[in-house]
C-alpha cells in the first residue's frame, strides 16, 4: 500500500511542478508584454492627442507660409543633407525672415517635445542663415522651450516610459539628485553644460524626480548656452565640418567640463565647510 501512495504522491509532484512552471511561463509572458507596451491605453491617448495638437499647429504655420520647393525640404540626417538644405533655404529666408523665423521655431521645438533627432542639425543651420548672435539667441531659446515642453509631457505620462527605458540610470539619477537638494541648480548647470548625462534622458527624467520646474527651466537655459555656442558658430563653416563628430573633440569637451566644473564648485566649497 505504501508503493502506490509513494507513486501518487510523486505524479502529484510531477503535475505541481508542471503547474508552477506553467504559470511562471504564464507570468513571465505577461511581464514580457507589459515591458512591450509601457503605457497605459489612457496614457497613451494622452501622449498621441498632444501630438496631435502640436502637429495641427506646426501643420497650420507650414499653411500660412509662401510656397517654395517642398520637395527640396526634409529633415537632414547628414552633413551633406544639411549644406543641400542650407542652400535651398537661403533665399527663402532672406525674403521672408519673419515668417521663416516661425516656421523654424516651431520644428525646432516640435522635435525637441517629442524626442525626434536632428536638433543639432537645426542648431548648425541657425548659425549658416543668421549668424552667431541671432543663431545662438535663437537655439538657446528654442532648446529651452523644446526641453520645457518635453518636461512636462513627461511629467503627465513619461513616468512608466523612463522606468522601463533606464531603470537603473533613473535610480543613480534619484538618488544623485537626493544627495544635492541643497545646490541643486548647480548640479542641475553641471549635468547641462557637460555631456554627463543625455539631454533627452534629464528632459524626460527631471519630472520624474521631483527636480521643480525653475530649477529646470534656469539651468538648461543657462547650461545648454555654451554647447550652443560652440554648434552655432561651427554653422557659420558647414564646408570644413565631414560628421556631428568633429564638433566636440577632446579640446571642446575639455573646455564643457571646465565651466561644469565651475558651475558646481559652491557646492563642493559649502560641502568641504559642513565637514570642517
Known sequence: MAAPRNLTGEGGGKLLVKDEESAAASSSKQRTKSERFP?????????????????????CIYLTMPAAEYGKLKLPKTISDLRLLKD??????????????????STYIFMQ?????????MSLLAGALFGVVRGFVLVVLNATAGASSCFFLSKLVGRPLVYWLWPEKLRFFQAEIGKRRDKLLNYMLFLRITPTLPNLFI???SPIVDIPFHVFFFATLLGLMPASYITVRAG??????????DLYDFK?????FLIGS????PALLKRKRVYE
Open 262 to 265: 565651475i558651475s558646481i564648485f
Open 252 to 256: 571642446t569637451l575639455s573646455v564643457l
Open 236 to 245: 557659420l563653416a558647414l564646408g570644413d565640418l565631414k560628421s556631428v563628430k
Open 88 to 105: 535651398n533655404l537661403g533665399s527663402y529666408s532672406s525674403e521672408y525672415p519673419a515668417r521663416f523665423i516661425l516656421g523654424y521655431c
Open 39 to 59: 503605457l497605459s491605453r489612457w496614457e497613451f491617448v494622452v501622449f498621441f492627442t498632444v501630438f496631435l495638437v502640436f502637429t495641427t499647429g506646426l501643420l
Open 113 to 121: 517635445t517629442f524626442m525626434i533627432p536632428g536638433t543639432i542639425f
Open 203 to 205: 528632459n524626460l527624467s
